[in-house]
Structure formats: C-alpha cells, structure tokens
C-alpha cells in the first residue's frame, strides 16, 4: 500500500520516526540503524515502507534504504521472527552484515541483537540461507525487471545481491571477476564486501 515516505522529521525517539507528509504526520517504527541515518528533526528525509497488518494492530515500518527492508522482510518470513525481533536485529547490524551472517551460517552473530536466542538465531540462518543464495524460493521472487543470468554460482549470487536491494549491474560487477566456480555463498560473502567498500 505504502512505497515510501518523504517529508519533513518532526519527531524521533528509540523506537521509531514521524514523518510530515502534506500535513499529515506518519510514524513509522524502524532501526537504531535509520534512526541514526536520518537526522536531526526538521530535515527531510526518506523511508521505504512496509505496513505490516495483523489482527488487532496496523504498524507502518520504515527503512533509511531498500537493502534493510528486504531484510525486514525476510526476517519477518521466519518462523517465530516478528516485528519487534526484526528490528532488533536491523539494530545490531547493517543488512551487508546480516546477509553475510546468514550466508556463512555464522548464527551466533545474530544472538547479539536483543531477545534473540541462540535457537532462534540458528532457526533465522537456516530458513534464510537458501534465499540469500539466490534461490528465491517460498514466494519470495526475483525483483520485476531483473535479466536472467542463466543458471549456476554466479547466477545465483547476483540474484541473492539484486534481492538486498542491489541493482542488477551493482551485483553483477561486484561478482563478475571472481572464479565461476566459486561456491555461492563465497561468491555473496565477496560481493557483500565490494559493494559496502564501495558505498
């Protein structure tokens, strides 16, 4: 329903931002991570969005950029991972980070974030791992407008990069002088890398 908001800050705290949008002021509950990344009230800002609907309750989410909402997202798909879960995740790492903890099965990482468990953790690694390589499976399609790179390693791995909010060239030159027989989660693990050193 909601792609994104722009507009004015008028208030902040631990949890969440308000955004001015045309008179009307949108709370969205988000991350430490954009929270730090917005700045001051009285500037504007930017936020992807996900309205999240359950019974008794509608919260409006946002994200500073798109690669952090993908992973809201796919954390939410988790089998016992809700709003409050994710967020905490989101504030204890950057998505390059929780991609590349995901991809080398590194879930004792994740129990960093508060109210994460080590069961939990393992459970977020495990469910994730597949979708982070590329598979794209459960739903959980190729974005529109992505070209087909054929089958193998690397075509997986610029699939799993265009799913974090890449863009479809982004992942392709972060991936494409490395070996092409390199296993998926090496090849994500070294795009990660080149692509937040080069942010």
Known sequence: MFYSL?????HYDAGGIAVECG??????????STINQTGDIGKEALLYTYLHVREGAIDLFGFADKAELSCFKMLLGVTGVGPKAALAVLSQMSPERFALCVASGDYKTLTAAQGVGAKLAQRIALELKDKIGGAAQGGFA???G???????????AISALVVLGYSQSEAAGAVGALPADT??????????RALAGGR
């Open 142 to 144: 190729q974005p529109a």
């Open 23 to 32: 008179g009307v002021a949108y709370l969205c509950q988000t991350s430490l």
């Open 183 to 192: 296993p998926v989660d090496e090849l994500i693990k070294a795009g990660l």
């Open 6 to 10: 722009r507009g004015k800050i008028v």
């Open 146 to 156: 992505a070209v087909s790179m054929g089958a193998g390693s690397m075509a997986e």
